[in-house]
């Protein structure tokens, strides 16, 4: 808020501390309200959505995702940067400790290059740095809460309960030293099948599950069979195969050949349960303004119709 | 307004879930409801509300009662999660979204009751089952096994990485 003070007329931005329960729905049913957008849970989504609906106001959301990262087998055709990206690409379901709606943390991964690709990949994983979030040798620091960290571990937990098999992590991370008891957990791949409630549900952690398909109809039945819709990656040394899935993805973002990629004036928001609306783009600020008519006549003589 | 009514009671209470229930309508004078919430970042959750606050629609499943206070859930969730028997119960820390609490720094949450989730185990054996989420728990079942620090240092990345504040700019750029 100092940074914006010198930027912000004075009353443009006003932050409100305090339970959900008591300034949340005070706020988001305000008739002095003109606008909503939240970020969040589905059911408090809804709930915004019923307040709005009260007031007659325009709301945007944007309520998580499960967001597919596909790897065709073409990827490995070469020995190139390409395959060092891809590899990156696949790991980026660690960015931010997976605490990002489009975390990318379903990877799809074509069989016939399942191992080679997956063990350059765990290789990788293997390689994060975890530890005081400040320091810039440090890939991921812990996680947002002792909650997040608990949700976390039951989700390993419920993933290895359907049979998914943990290939890395799978547990809370002691860094040691001055971070000893820190809420971090270990970059973790569960493998696994797309029915699984780790396939399913969004984690927010660095969490990722793992399957395989066999052809691009086989990858796309699969990015699409979730309740979400935010994001997804394709990953592919085909341009018109690229087209074709970013297509076909029921997502509101897909990024070919690269991912977590978030330059201003690109649209981003969400299919399905993945929210209402799109921001980082002109027509948000569509979302927050109205449109006029004036219709004005240059002539003084009546229609003459009356 | 509602929904289908329960076939089966899906949703059951630990003591300290039924205690903060009752404890919650008794401070109120009201009943509450209970909504399974999924999605960004709190996700998982229990959302509590006054009853009836959230509109609930032909979609929404009433998997049952905890003290005369129904849950709902999602039904094309409720498939997704496979039809789970939920367990609802109490944890350290502050309700999220908009949804009330037990009071005294508390939370509700849920987690799949025991045997549904031995029965939902697809292709493992039945004792690999988990059997909740229960933050105590958890805490003593991973702090010990944790892994150790960064000690030892890793090989060299030069060459093979952009820089990082190439990479910030790749990320929120344009590039």
């Known amino acids: 808020m100092e940074v914006l003070a010198d930027v912000l007329p004075p009353g443009v931005v006003n932050v409100v501390t305090g339970p959900g329960a008591e300034i949340g729905k005070a706020l988001a049913a ?3 309200i003109a606008k909503v957008a939240f970020t969040g849970e589905t059911v408090t989504g809804r709930l915004i959505m019923q307040y709005a609906a009260q007031n007659i106001i325009p709301v945007t959301l944007e309520l998580g995702g499960k967001s597919p990262n596909i790897f065709f087998g073409d990827v490995l055709a070469e020995r190139d940067d390409l395959v060092d990206k891809a590899v990156e690409g696949l790991v980026l379901y660690a960015f931010n400790k997976g605490e990002v709606c489009t975390c990318p943390s379903r990877a799809l991964i074509q069989q016939g290059i399942y191992d080679e690709f997956m ?12 530890g005081n979030p400040l320091d810039t040798e440090t890939m991921i620091g812990p996680q947002v809460s002792a909650q997040q960290l608990a949700k976390i571990a039951s989700y390993v937990e419920i993933g290895r309960g359907e049979g998914a098999e943990v290939l890395i992590g799978g547990r809370r991370a002691d860094v040691g030293g001055e971070f000893a008891g820190g809420y971090f957990f270990e ?9 699984m409630r780790v396939f399913q549900e969004e984690i927010f952690g660095p969490v990722l599950a793992v399957t395989t398909f066999t052809g691009e109809a086989d990858a796309l039945a699969i990015a699409n ?3 979400y819709g935010l994001g997804a990656g394709v990953w592919t040394r085909d341009g018109s195969r690229a087209y074709r899935m970013g297509r076909a993805i029921k997502a509101g973002r897909v990024w070919t050949n690269c991912y977590h990629q978030y330059p201003a004036g690109a649209a981003f928001g969400g299919y ?29 003589k009546p229609l003459g119709l009356f | 307004m509602t929904a289908t009514g329960p076939r089966v009671q899906r949703i ?8 903060a229930v009752n404890r919650l309508c008794a401070a109120r004078g009201a009943p509450v409801m209970f909504v399974q919430s999924a999605g960004c970042c709190a996700g998982s959750v229990p959302m509590c509300f006054p009853a009836g606050e959230l509109v609930t629609g032909a979609h929404d499943l009433l998997l049952g009662e905890v003290e005369g206070c129904p849950f709902y859930i999602d039904s094309a969730l409720d498939t997704a999660w496979h039809n789970p028997h939920l367990v609802l119960d109490v944890a350290d820390g502050e309700p999220e979204g908009f949804s009330l609490g037990p009071g005294s720094g508390q939370r509700f949450i849920t987690r799949p009751a025991c045997a549904e989730a031995r029965s939902m185990s697809m292709n493992r054996s039945a004792e690999s089952a988990p059997c909740g989420t229960d933050l105590a728990l958890l805490r003593s079942r991973y702090a010990s096994s944790g892994r150790k620090g960064h000690q030892e240092e890793q090989s060299s990345n030069e060459g093979r990485t952009m820089d990082r504040e190439k990479a910030i700019d790749w990320i929120y750029g344009d590039g």
């Open chain 1, 225 to 227: 069979d979730t309740l």
């Open chain 1, 30 to 32: 305000s008739p002095r």
């Open chain 1, 119 to 130: 063990a350059l990949c765990l290789d990788r994983i293997g390689q994060i740095k975890q």
């Open chain 1, 272 to 300: 399905k349960i993945s929210g209402v609306g799109r921001e980082t783009h002109k027509m948000m600020l569509e979302h927050y303004s109205q449109t006029k008519n004036l219709l004005v006549s240059y002539s003084t």
């Open chain 1, 187 to 195: 970059p973790t791949v569960l493998k696994g099948h797309n029915k």
């Open chain 2, 12 to 19: 059951s209470a630990t003591p300290a879930a039924r205690k």
